[in-house]
């Protein structure tokens, strides 16, 4: 990744995490606050409904008072307090006094619990109920909620009980409120809060309704109202209401609880719209969108004036380092900030003081170099030429004292002196031969050869050799099943190769395994040419490819020099790996596509 793409990447990152921490605490703060108006809202709610309830029972006691002691309750205790009384007459005095009180619910009855007059219901004349005997005092108990049977079928009621006495029997008045969606409408509420109520009767219809009256009970808000029912206690929820625009309110439940406080006869939500909350939310997100893009724009225009100043002259120098890396020590960077004289431009400074010094080093060095090869070249050709000359000179000196001796064996001398002569100057051309190789190695011509073929040639024209050998060597072949075309010479790789092979093959005197093998990657080909023989120490395999270095007793040590020199001129390049008693592998890494390439530079 190049530096511009990273300081946009830095500058970009900084942005948007900045924006989206800022965004995170602000959304933070503003859903904390808006937690705090949730409660404040649930709470007033609340205390409105307690405060309702409170009103309508101290109003419902009012009434039922007013029941008890009006004249027709009263001439009624006492016509019903013989021992021989009829209560049919009294059967709709209920509905009479319900409707003078206005309310929903008034049930007259007799001390053991028979009723005698109802208003909701005449039909339950002569029911009794049971629940009127848990006390005998019911003047001093203030209103409570229960279940009120109708012919629609139970429905919450807020009751109140007020008891007649006449003589030695008591006669009860229960009058009621129903709590429904009235009860709910007759609500002062906070903005934004609305109060809906459950009450579970059996009646899917009815039992969930709002100030409108019965609406369908939301799905995600069941499981709460069943929660609730069974822990006895409030929970707060998100819900999400269907008709309600912004969709989602956070509700609380308030269990609505028996006279005894032991069982839930119905639940009323205090739902909070969290409208508010959601626009501001939007807003905050849109308006960080906007920042963050806004602030990327900027982090575009920021990192590319940067990268101007910065990133221009290091890929400069980047580049340049490369192209020093691959030899060429003449390269300067033009750049930096002279007028500065910041770390940019002082770096460049010492990169090309580094260039002129290594152009320096390097041209004492091809001249110290020239020097110590020519004074090698002549130390080992002296050494080369020095060896036939001996006997020559011997052998000369020898006819010259036979000719003058007059010797009578001079033609024996003669012939066997002429055939020394010839044999060391046969020996002299070829010392000179292999000199004149290595100081005149061709330029390759490149075609597209197959390197499998060409090992596949080597290893035929040795295969006689490896058999007829007192120790016979085995020979192993693993080439690569894909093409290993490569620009080459396939004349000057078969010598290089049959070298590595005749040096593999003097390597294993006592017998062995010679084995030829290529690698196909998708760059590059890898040949491996290995014996089994005695192997090499570290120091040896260093300097393996030094001329005139060999460790033979007659070897010139020109072999693999050429040998290295061919895979150099190819763009490849050859290495040996070896130890003691384990072998020796030469390898070979061709670059399927920088031969010719190289080969160019090298003719250039």
Request: proline share 5%; hydrophobic share 40%; with cysteine.
């Amino acid at each position: 990744m190049t530096l511009r793409a990273r300081l946009l990447l830095i500058f970009g990152g900084i942005v948007v995490i900045t924006i989206a921490l800022v965004s995170y605490a602000v959304s933070a703060g503003a859903r904390k606050s808006f937690q705090q108006i949730y409660e404040q809202r649930t709470t007033a709610a609340t205390k409105q409904v307690a405060r309702e309830l409170e009103m309508q029972g101290q109003a419902l006691a009012t009434q039922t008072a007013a029941i008890a002691g009006s004249e027709p309750v009263r001439s009624m205790a006492l016509a019903l307090s013989g021992s021989t009384s009829d209560p049919a007459p009294y059967v709709n005095l209920a509905a009479s006094l319900a409707s003078q009180q206005q309310l929903e619910y008034v049930d007259l009855l007799t001390q053991d619990g028979m009723i005698i007059s109802s208003a909701h219901w005449p039909a339950r004349f002569g029911v009794r109920e049971a629940w009127i005997n848990e006390l005998s005092d019911w003047n001093n108990q203030t209103p409570f909620l229960k279940y009120e049977e109708t012919p629609r079928g139970k429905e919450l009621a807020l009751v109140c009980v007020r008891q007649v006495s006449m003589g030695d029997r008591n006669f009860d008045v229960v009058a009621g409120r129903r709590i429904d969606s009235n009860f709910l409408s007759s609500l002062v509420l906070p903005e934004g809060t609305q109060v809906l109520l459950w009450v579970p009767t059996g009646d899917a219809a009815s039992e969930f309704q709002d100030v409108h009256g019965p609406r369908r009970l939301p799905a995600d808000l069941k499981p709460v109202l069943e929660q609730t029912l069974s822990r006895k206690s409030e929970i707060t929820h998100p819900i999400h209401l269907d008709d309600t625009p912004d969709g989602t309110l956070m509700a609380q439940t308030m269990p609505l609880l028996d006279r005894s406080a032991a069982q839930p006869l119905g639940i009323l939500v205090v739902a909070s719209s969290r409208r508010e909350l959601g626009a501001l939310q939007a807003q905050i997100r849109n308006v960080g969108i906007l920042v963050a893009v806004a602030g990327i724009l900027l982090s575009i225009f920021a990192s590319g004036w940067w990268a101007s100043r910065i990133s221009r002259p290091i890929e400069e120098l980047s580049s340049a380092a490369q192209d020093v890396a691959a030899g060429h020590w003449e390269r300067k960077v033009v750049g930096g900030f002279p007028a500065q004289q910041d770390e940019v431009s002082r770096l460049i400074a010492s990169f090309n003081q580094m260039t002129d010094e290594l152009l320096r080093q390097r041209d004492r060095a091809l001249q110290a170099e020239r020097v110590a090869a020519w004074r090698e070249l002549a130390r080992r050709l002296a050494h080369e030429l020095k060896n036939p000359l001996f006997p020559l000179q011997i052998t000369i000196e020898n006819l010259m004292k036979a000719r003058q001796q007059n010797s009578p064996e001079f033609d024996e001398i003669f012939v066997e002196s002429t055939t020394t002569l010839l044999a060391e100057l046969s020996n002299l051309n070829k010392i000179i031969a292999r000199f004149s190789d290595f100081s005149k190695m061709p330029a390759p011509q490149l075609q597209q050869v197959d390197v499998n073929r060409i090992l596949a040639e080597v290893a035929k024209l040795f295969t006689p050799q490896l058999a007829s050998t007192t120790n016979p060597i085995r020979l192993e072949t693993k080439f690569a099943t894909t093409e290993t075309p490569i620009s080459g010479d396939p004349d000057l790789l078969r010598r290089a190769f049959e070298n590595l092979v005749l040096n593999a093959i003097d390597a294993m005197p006592n017998g062995g395994t010679l084995r030829l093998a290529t690698l196909a990657g998708r760059e590059t080909l890898v040949v491996e040419i290995s014996d089994t023989g005695a192997g090499l120490t570290q120091e040896e395999a260093s300097r393996l490819f030094t001329p005139y270095y060999t460790t033979k007793q007659h070897g010139t040590g020109l072999g693999l020099a050429i040998v290295q020199s061919v895979i150099s001129d190819h763009g490849a390049r050859i290495s040996v790996s070896s130890n003691r008693g384990q072998g020796t592998t030469f390898r070979i890494e061709f670059q399927r596509h920088a031969a010719q390439q190289t080969v160019d530079a090298f003719a250039g």
